[in-house]
């Protein structure tokens, strides 16, 4: 049988005729393309007075967010344990502390207030994640900043194109960053972007990517160089080459249909799971959500054996994520309670979920897990 994985890029002829284009151009590094999809990005979130800095990475995105931000050594930045750890290695390279916190039980984003508990003197930001695609406790994240002067980096690597009320995430708030790496709703093949309020952050973010040289982006968008230029500040090898972002571009222009795909077959997942008792299916109708990922919960201790199971009909799936308290490197950080975090981790199971999604791997699926818990 054919395998059916957990992530298939959707990459069609529309993405082989922008990059063959962008490398006959002769500018591969970056230049007028990448403007191009900076451009488009901040057209699709609909911004009007908020400014867009493509990078190299998403985990990238969120270094030079941070030190954007005025996070450094001696400050501490509190995100959840269940993320990904780019979040916290890019806090370790500004050179300040990861402080984790639990999540709460329905949206498995941060939990607010278990987050005051862990504010201290120290405390200068937090990043939240929208999980899956699916919102966080966004204005209780913003109440807290306001109370406590804190900045907010909002990590919405899943939620490229996910709204709330209407408004897309990174539309508005303080700093927001996405991730297009290969398994995410639009690749770059690897690539990510930062979204910020002002046209100093936008010029910081723009010396922060490219070794803080201070006029390169201008001269680069031409497809040119400036060769009297200065340093100004540190700087890192961040920027989105004009391949890298050509390919960016063909499925910017495809994200609608991306969406609307991913959508019907979340909720067909849902409809079929959501009576199964041993199953717990994500609260939410996906109205408005850009879903990267479909994570469901396997409760009685059976994720194990439901793996198994789906593994001998050739099906993959994936775990989101192996908390990062529990990481080597990261067991000695600061923490609060991680009760739901701990609960939580044991039980979530991604599902395939791709762009475009073959029927007959979308049945494959259902008869999969249905199959497991005899309910078909
Ligand atoms: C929640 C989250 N944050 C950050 C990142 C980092 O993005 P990238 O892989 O583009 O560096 C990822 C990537 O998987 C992610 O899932």
Same mark, same amino acid.
């Given at each position: 049988?054919?395998?059916?994985?957990?992530?298939?890029?959707?990459?069609?002829?529309?993405?082989?005729?922008?990059?063959?284009?962008?490398?006959?151009?002769?500018?591969?590094?970056?230049?007028?393309?990448?403007? &191009?999809?900076?451009?488009?990005?901040?057209?699709?979130?609909?911004?009007? =007075?908020?400014?867009?800095?493509?990078?190299?990475?998403?985990?990238?995105?969120?270094?030079? /967010?941070?030190?954007?931000?005025?996070?450094?050594?001696?400050?501490?930045?509190?995100?959840?344990?269940?993320? !990904?750890?780019?979040?916290?290695?890019?806090?370790?390279?500004?050179?300040?502390?990861?402080?984790?916190?639990?999540?709460?039980?329905?949206?498995?984003?941060?939990?607010?207030?278990? /987050?005051?508990?862990?504010?201290?003197?120290?405390?200068?930001?937090?990043?939240?994640?929208?999980? /899956?695609?699916?919102?966080?406790?966004?204005?209780?994240?913003?109440?807290?900043?306001?109370?406590?002067?804190?900045?907010?980096?909002?990590?919405?690597?899943?939620?490229?194109?996910?709204?709330?009320?209407?408004?897309?995430?990174?539309?508005?708030?303080?700093?927001?960053?996405?991730?297009?790496?290969?398994?995410?709703?639009?690749?770059?093949?690897?690539?990510?972007?930062?979204?910020?309020?002002?046209?100093?952050?936008?010029?910081?973010?723009?010396?922060?990517?490219?070794?803080?040289?201070?006029?390169?982006?201008?001269?680069?968008?031409?497809?040119?160089?400036?060769?009297?230029?200065?340093?100004?500040?540190?700087?890192?090898?961040?920027?989105?080459?004009?391949?890298? /972002?050509?390919?960016?571009?063909?499925?910017?222009?495809?994200?609608?249909?991306?969406?609307?795909?991913?959508?019907?077959?979340?909720?067909?997942?849902?409809?079929?799971?959501?009576?199964?008792?041993?199953?717990?299916?994500? &609260?939410?109708?996906?109205?408005?959500?850009?879903?990267?990922?479909?994570?469901?919960?396997?409760?009685?201790?059976?994720? &194990?054996?439901?793996?198994?199971?789906?593994?001998?009909? =050739?099906?993959?799936?994936?775990?989101?994520?192996?908390?990062?308290?529990?990481?080597? !490197?990261?067991?000695?950080?600061?923490?609060?309670?991680?009760?739901?975090?701990?609960?939580?981790?044991?039980?979530?199971?991604?599902?395939?979920?791709?762009?475009?999604?073959?029927? =007959?791997?979308?049945?494959?699926?259902?008869?999969?897990?249905?199959?497991?818990?005899?309910?078909?």
């Amino acid at each position: 049988m054919e395998k059916l994985p957990v992530f298939v890029p959707h990459i069609h002829v529309d993405t082989l005729k922008h990059l063959t284009d962008a490398l006959h151009v002769g500018w591969l590094g970056m230049g007028a393309t990448t403007k &191009e999809f900076e451009e488009r990005i901040a057209a699709y979130l609909d911004l009007s =007075d908020r400014f867009v800095a493509t990078t190299n990475t998403g985990t990238s995105a969120l270094h030079i /967010a941070l030190l954007a931000a005025g996070v450094g050594s001696g400050d501490e930045v509190i995100t959840p344990s269940f993320n !990904y750890v780019a979040d916290h290695q890019a806090i370790r390279m500004t050179g300040a502390d990861v402080v984790m916190c639990d999540i709460r039980e329905d949206n498995l984003g941060i939990d607010c207030e278990k /987050a005051e508990q862990l504010i201290s003197e120290r405390t200068k930001a937090i990043i939240p994640l929208h999980f /899956a695609g699916i919102p966080c406790d966004q204005d209780g994240v913003y109440r807290l900043a306001q109370k406590y002067n804190l900045r907010v980096i909002e990590d919405g690597c899943h939620a490229f194109g996910s709204s709330i009320g209407g408004r897309k995430i990174g539309s508005y708030g303080d700093i927001t960053c996405f991730s297009f790496d290969p398994v995410k709703i639009i690749t770059s093949i690897d690539g990510g972007c930062v979204v910020v309020n002002s046209r100093e952050e936008l010029e910081q973010l723009h010396r922060l990517r490219l070794l803080g040289v201070d006029k390169d982006t201008t001269e680069r968008y031409k497809n040119s160089r400036a060769w009297d230029y200065d340093v100004v500040s540190e700087g890192y090898r961040y920027h989105l080459t004009n391949i890298m /972002a050509s390919v960016g571009i063909s499925q910017l222009k495809r994200i609608d249909e991306f969406v609307n795909s991913r959508r019907r077959v979340c909720r067909a997942y849902s409809e079929a799971f959501k009576d199964i008792d041993g199953l717990k299916v994500p &609260e939410s109708d996906f109205d408005g959500v850009s879903p990267f990922i479909y994570s469901l919960r396997v409760l009685g201790g059976e994720r &194990e054996a439901l793996i198994e199971h789906m593994r001998q009909r =050739d099906i993959d799936v994936g775990i989101h994520f192996v908390p990062v308290h529990r990481h080597t !490197y990261f067991a000695n950080a600061r923490r609060g309670d991680m009760e739901v975090t701990e609960r939580v981790v044991k039980q979530v199971l991604t599902l395939p979920l791709h762009s475009n999604m073959k029927p =007959d791997f979308v049945e494959r699926v259902i008869d999969g897990v249905c199959g497991f818990f005899k309910v078909l």
